[in-house]
C-alpha cells in the first residue's frame, strides 16, 4: 500500500524535467493483476503512444496517471505531487491533468457551452465571462465554435469527442491524457479528431496517448509503450519501434495491426 | 474561425441536401383505419373495445339521468332534494363553506380563501419557467409565507388570532402536502445519495432509515409523532402539532422517493462520474451539477407517481384529529337533514382532489418535455 506523503527534496530536483513518472506500479483486480511493475518516465512535452491488445492494462495504466484507478504498489508522481489518498493531492493532480474518454462523456443535459465553463467556474473560481470566452476560445481551436450553444446529443460523434478535448484544454492542463480517443468513432470522423491531436501535439502539449491509430502514432509520438498483459513490453522512438521492435511480441502486434 | 460550416463534415451534408428534396408526403389517415389502428388492433384490444363501449351504454344515460336531469342544483332547504329522485348538489351550495375550510371560525373564512388564492397564485408563477429566477421567486415565496400565515394566524392588523388546531378543509390539505414535499424532497435526495455513499456508516444509517420507515404504515408513523413522540419529550419542550404530522409525512414521503431517485441514480454511467471526477470536480459539485438533474429527470415519472400520492396522503390525518378537506367533510354530512346526499358531497371533494392531481401530472409532462428538448439521454 502506498501511505507514505510526498518527500519534497527529490520531487522538485525531477520537477522541471519530469511531468509523469511511475515507479514499480502494481495494481490488481481481485486475483488479477492489471499492472505488473510498470515503470515509466514521461518529460514534459513529451508525447507518448501506448499501444497493446486489449486486456493489457494501458487503459488501467493511464487511468491510475489521474487516480481514476487506484494502484496498490509501487509510486505514481504527477508534476511532483505523488499520487496516494490524499484527497488534496488527487484533486491537485487532477486540476493539472486533462482527460478525454473512449466514450466522450460530454455531460448530456448541459449546453456545450456549459460543459466548457462549467470546471473552470467551479474548480478554478473563474468569473462567467472570462470562462465563457476561454471555452469559445478553445472551441474555435477544435472548430466548432457554433455548435455552442447546443446540446451534445446534437452532435455527431466527432464533434462531441473535439468538444470533448476542448472541455479538458479549458482547465488549462500541463499533460493530457487520451484512452482511445477515436475507438467509439465512425471511420470518417477520426481524422477530425487526430486532426486536433496533432495540433494539440505540435503545440507541446505533454501527452500520454492509449490508441491503435498507428498512422498518428508515427506523426506524433516521441515516444512508443508496448504493453501485454500488464507488462510494459518495450519502449522505443517510434523509428525503432515500427521498424526493428526487439521483442518478438512487439513484432506480432505489430504485424497483425499493421496488415489488418 | 468564420461563421460557416464549411470544416464540419455533418453541417456540410445537412446543409447541402436540404431544401433540394420534396416535402414527405402528408399522411392521410381514413376513419376505418384509424379504428382499426386504435380500437382493434388485436382481438383481444377488438374485445376491450366492445366491453367499453357496452358498460358505457349501460351506464352513462343512468349516470346522466341521476347527475344531471333529475338533479337539483338549488334549494333552498333538504325538503327540496328529498322530492327529487336525482342527484342534490344544492349540498354543496349549503355545506361548501364547512367542507373546504373545516372548523375555522366562520365569518373569518374570507381570510383562508385569500390565503388559498395568494397561495395558488404563488404556485403557478413557480411552474412558469420564464419566472425561475431567484430574484423573482424568493420574494414571491416570502411574501406568500408571510401573508398566507399572518391570514392563517392573525392576532396582528386587527386579525383576531386563530390557533392552528382550528385549522382545517383545503388551507390544511395544501398546508400538509407543502410541507411534505419542503421537508421531505430534500431529505429523499440525501437518503438517496447516502444509500450510494461510499462511507460504510452513512449507507448504513440511509439503509436502515429507508428499509425501517418504508416498512411501517403513514398512520402509524403519524401516531407515533402524535402522540408517542411527545412522551420522550423533556417536560415542557413541545412542539407544534402540525409541524409534527409534518414531518412524519415527510419522512414516509422521503423514504419512498429516495428509492425512486436511487433508480435515477444508477442509470447514470460511470463515465459521467469519472468526467466530472477528471475535471477535478469534488463530490457535491459532482453530484448537484452532473448526476441529480440528470437522475431526477430520469425518475421524473416516478417522482410524481409519490409526490400525487403525497397530496391524497394528507387524508390520513383523520386518525389524529386534524380536519383536512376529506374529514372535514365527513363531519360536516352528520348533519341530519342533509345526511342523505353525503355521496354528491364526496364527489365534489373527490372533483377537487382530481383536480390538482391531474394538474400535477400535466405539468409533469411539460416539464418532462421541457427538459427533453435536444438531449438525449
Known sequence: MNTDSASP???????????????????????????????????????????????????TMIRCINRLEHHQGGKIIVDGIELTDNIKNIEAVRSEVGMVFQSFNLFPHMRIIDNLTLAPMLVRKMPKADAEALAMQYLERVQIPEQAYKYPGQLSGGQQQRVAIARSLCMQPRVML??????????????????????????????????????????????????????IVEIAPPEIFFTTPESERTQMFLNQILTH | MTDNSLTDTAGRTAAATSGRRPPPPIERIPVLRWIRENLAQTPFNMLVTVICLVVLFYALPSFVEWGLINATFVAADHTVCREATGACWAVIGEKHRPMFFGIYPY???????????????????????????????????????????TLMWGGVLGLPEVDNSQWGGLPLTLILFSGTLVI??????????GRRSSMPAVKAVSVVFIESLRGVPLITILFVAVNVFPLFLPQGLDFDKLLRVMVGMAIFFACYQAEVIRGGLQAISRGQYEAAEALGLGYWQTMIRIILPQALRISLPGIVNHIIAAFKNTSFVLIIGLFDMLTA??????????????????????????????????????????LGEGKKF
Open chain 2, 329 to 370: 367533510t365527513t363531519a360536516v354530512m352528520q348533519d341530519p337533514e342533509w345526511r342523505r346526499f353525503t355521496i354528491e358531497a364526496y364527489l365534489c371533494v373527490g372533483f377537487v382532489y382530481f383536480c390538482f392531481c391531474f394538474a400535477l401530472s400535466k405539468y409533469s409532462q411539460l416539464v418532462e418535455r421541457w
Open chain 2, 107 to 149: 365569518e373569518e373564512h374570507w381570510r383562508l380563501l385569500v390565503a388559498v388564492i395568494i397561495y395558488i397564485s404563488a404556485v403557478i408563477i413557480t411552474m412558469i419557467p420564464a419566472f425561475w429566477q431567484y430574484r423573482i421567486l424568493v420574494p414571491v415565496w416570502l411574501f406568500t409565507l408571510a401573508s398566507t400565515l
Open chain 1, 178 to 231: 487520451f484512452d482511445e480517443p477515436t475507438s467509439a468513432l465512425d471511420p470518417e470522423m477520426i481524422k477530425e479528431v487526430l486532426d486536433v491531436m496533432v495540433e494539440l501535439a505540435d503545440d507541446g502539449m505533454t501527452m500520454v496517448v492509449v490508441t491503435h491509430e498507428m498512422g498518428f502514432a508515427k506523426t506524433v509520438a516521441d515516444k512508443m509503450i508496448f504493453m501485454d498483459k500488464g507488462e
Open chain 1, 9 to 59: 527534496m527529490t520531487q522538485q530536483e525531477q520537477d522541471g524535467e519530469t511531468a509523469i513518472e511511475l515507479i514499480d506500479v502494481n495494481k490488481w483486480y481481485g486475483d488479477f493483476q492489471a499492472l505488473c511493475d510498470v515503470n515509466i518516465s514521461i518529460r514534459r512535452g513529451e508525447r507518448v503512444v501506448v499501444c497493446g491488445p486489449s486486456g493489457s492494462g494501458k487503459s
Open chain 2, 184 to 193: 421531505g424532497f430534500p431529505l429523499a435526495i440525501v437518503l438517496a445519495l
